[in-house]
């Protein structure tokens, strides 16, 4: 037996509520259970119940056990003295607030069954416990789930979005910038490209985007890229002489050129690929935060990404050493990706603090927009019957994956609990 659990019966009311009294033998009546505090203390808030008649309104705590009050020393805390009712499993002990005034205790009875279903979703073997009995749930409850889950996906993101917006003083082209730089390591190297831009600040960078050759100069060189010794090519000996003169300009301190993941990597994914395309961004795209408010359109934010390259690296994959000539061009695919992790996020995060629904509207439009992505978790989903029509859908399916099937939270996810309230019905 958990907590979580005992919150999932007493929360959506699957306790026999006929003839039900308190450890004095009072009789009880819940009128309203409360809601979850996702705070710090009682678990549920703003709860009405009547005991021998009187009605009552207040908080209500839930233990294994009743004797959990004092190991929690609630008995000693004020912040627990305004609790009407204790729910527990199993009464051990009478409980008493901060004045010693006596805590009404409920044992919870409830189906066995119940428990049963629930211990058997959680023993489930493999991420997605409910598996087997996902078909049963109504199509359009799946959907309306979805739906929330993309919301809670973007508040997420958008969280840790605000938190740099704090530490940048509210600079949005900064935060905008590090956040598309993350983007662009696309997984393994999302963290040191996170490193580059917060090591590289924008004001920099942007005084020399008329150059592509400076903005990669700073990029490779900040990144640790630019060795000092050894038989290099032209190019890198002219990026190199001119990363020197501007590191000394600015006081920059390069990364370790370790932190940069080659192996297991597609060439076309390789760091230097994308921070030359990251360069382009830079070159080609002069006030980039305030163009992505301007956009109005799939296509128009797409043509922001269709760069390529500088003419060395069709030649190159690595410095130094050539390779059959071709264009490296942002994919479709990897387009997406940015659209997806960056642009989204950040129209949503602007039109919430500006209040500006138009924004936050387009940034829905745009994941209804653009087709499904295509990753192992929207490919397990698939093969459960469970098809996504767009990116809006992918973005939901990814959420509920990371946030609830991985962490083993049924109780906290819509499928779950109508799977195991359906099979005790």
Request: positive net charge.
């Given at each position: 037996m958990n907590e979580a659990f005992l919150h999932f019966v007493w929360r959506y009311g699957l306790f026999r509520h006929q003839s039900i009294f308190t450890d004095q033998g009072e009789s009880l009546e819940i009128i309203r259970p409360g809601e979850l505090n996702a705070n710090a203390g009682p678990d549920f808030i703003n709860a009405r119940i009547r005991i021998e008649g009187i009605l009552w309104a207040g908080n209500v705590e839930i233990h294994i056990r009743s004797s959990d009050w004092y190991r929690h020393n609630h008995h000693n805390n004020k912040a627990f003295d305004n609790v009407i009712l204790q729910v527990v499993y199993k009464h051990d002990r009478p409980a008493v607030n901060t004045r010693r005034e006596h805590i009404p205790t409920l044992k919870l009875s409830f189906d066995a069954h119940l428990y049963e279903t629930y211990c058997n979703l959680m023993g489930m073997k493999g991420w997605v416990s409910c598996r087997e009995k996902i078909h049963s749930l109504d199509p359009f409850i799946f959907k309306c789930w979805l739906n929330t889950l993309v919301i809670e996906r973007l508040q997420e993101r958008t969280e840790n979005i605000s938190l740099m917006l704090d530490q940048y003083i509210n600079n949005w082209d900064e935060v905008f910038y590090i956040h598309l730089a993350r983007s662009f390591g696309f997984g393994l190297n999302n963290i040191p490209f996170e490193m580059l831009a917060r090591s590289l600040p924008l004001k920099y960078i942007t005084k020399h985007r008329d150059s592509l050759l400076q903005t990669e100069a700073l990029l490779f060189g900040q990144a640790g890229l630019l060795e000092k010794h050894g038989d290099f090519d032209a190019y890198y000996v002219t990026l190199r002489e001119e990363y020197e003169h501007l590191r000394r300009k600015y006081g920059l301190q390069p990364l370790e050129k370790h932190l940069w993941k080659f192996l297991r990597v597609r060439p076309v994914?390789?760091?230097?690929?994308?921070?030359?395309?990251?360069?382009?961004?830079?070159?080609?795209?002069?006030?980039?935060?305030?163009?992505?408010?301007?956009?109005?359109?799939?296509?128009?934010f797409r043509k922001i990404f269709e760069i390529e390259t500088s003419l060395y690296w069709q030649r190159h994959y690595i410095f130094n050493t050539l390779s059959d000539q071709k264009i490296k061009k942002l994919g479709k695919e990897s387009i997406n990706i940015l659209i997806i992790n960056t642009i989204i996020p950040f129209l949503f995060i602007y039109g919430s603090v500006y209040h500006d629904e138009i924004l936050k509207n387009r940034a829905i439009e745009l994941l209804e927009n653009m087709p499904p992505e295509r990753n192992r978790i929207v490919k397990y989903w698939s093969g459960l019957g469970l098809h996504a029509s767009s990116a809006f859908y992918t973005q939901g399916l990814l959420q509920l994956a990371n946030s609830y099937c991985a962490r083993k939270r049924c109780l906290a996810c819509s499928v779950g609990i109508k799977i195991i309230k359906s099979d005790n019905m």
């Open positions: 994914n390789f760091p230097t690929i994308r921070i030359s395309q990251f360069a382009s961004i830079i070159h080609h795209s002069p006030r980039l935060f305030p163009m992505i408010l301007e956009c109005k359109s799939l296509e128009a």
